[in-house]
């Protein structure tokens, strides 16, 4: 058994995992709250990573955070999963129960809670969404929006096949596109949501004509490195509501340190700030 740490610990699994802010979040929220705990970066490879989440049973951690591209083995490490994390077949958050590890999903939570704080009312009058990619991120934002009462939600995706099993998985509110058909789809969104890493740096950028979007949609973009895309400048520039992708990141951690650590904490102006310094963007 692993000799337990001096205070009580969580953790952030990836490959890479170098580039996560997650450290600073979570160390952040101890500080404000008194509590003595840490929040530490894990790389493991993919395959190692099966051996590392059979021995989280036996410590010395309380439990951490998933991220790619691991999260469907942990989906198939945990012995029980939360209601969302069964609907979209993917684990961001672990914890244990009685020597069980459970998984759970709050990116749901994180896409939602960023709109809400960021847009407030933007839910008020749900209709036709557009989701770009479809991959593991959409899962999560398309389960949000069909939460809110968004249908159709149709998911734009370079390979149709992809965006056909989402709507395998998500029913009758889902239908597949291809990008020929986005002109088509953007006149009736009442939002347009980002999924891919196209207009993350390094990443080439995501280049959509909006022209056809209703003046009063909301753009919002999954990609926060950046701050703002140029999908959301552009957005921004013609007048449409436009939120960005940093505030999911925060209020997805919101769930998973309240199991580890015992109080449920806020995202704050004081936070965001705080990260966004780490990444070299005044607020």
């Known amino acids: 058994m692993s000799a337990e740490p001096a205070v009580p610990t969580a953790f952030v699994v990836g490959w890479p995992i ?3 802010r997650s450290p600073i979040i979570h160390r952040h929220w101890l500080a404000e709250h008194g509590i003595a705990g840490d929040y530490l970066r894990l790389p493991v490879p993919p395959d190692e990573i099966g051996g590392f989440l059979r021995g989280l049973a ?16 942990a989906f198939a490490a945990a012995e029980r999963h939360d209601p969302v994390a069964t609907a979209l077949g993917a684990v961001n958050t672990l914890w ?7 998984g759970g999903n709050t990116d749901v939570a994180g896409f939602l809670g ?3 704080q960021q847009a407030p009312g933007w839910d008020a009058a749900p209709g036709p969404a557009v989701v770009l990619g479809a991959g593991g991120a959409a899962r999560a934002v398309i389960h949000g929006l069909i939460g809110r009462g968004f249908a159709p939600v149709f998911v734009v995706n370079r390979s149709r096949d992809r965006a056909e ?7 009758p509110a889902v239908r597949p596109a ?4 986005l002109p088509g789809l953007l006149p009736g969104a009442r939002i347009l949501v980002n999924t891919t890493s ?3 740096k390094g990443e080439p950028p995501l280049v959509v004509d909006l022209a056809p979007l209703g003046a009063d949609a909301l753009v919002t973009d999954i990609v926060y490195v950046p701050l703002e895309t140029p999908f959301l400048a552009a957005a921004r520039a013609t007048g449409r509501s436009t939120v960005d992708g940093l505030g999911m990141l925060l209020h997805q951690a919101v769930p998973g340190f309240e199991r580890w650590f015992g109080v449920r904490p806020t995202v704050t102006p004081a936070l965001r700030a705080l990260v966004l310094a780490d990444l070299g963007v005044t607020a």
């Not at 244990?96 to 459970?102: A, V």
């Not at 099993?165 to 029913?171: I, K, M, T, V």
């Open 18 to 20: 170098a580039h996560s």
């Open 58 to 73: 036996e410590g010395p951690y309380r439990g951490g955070n998933v991220t790619v591209p691991h999260k469907e083995a």
């Open 96 to 102: 244990l129960e009685d020597g069980r590890l459970i």
């Open 114 to 116: 960023n709109l809400d």
């Open 165 to 171: 099993a989402l709507a395998e998985r998500f029913g």
């Open 178 to 181: 291809g990008w020929e058909d």
């Open 198 to 200: 196209l207009g993350m």
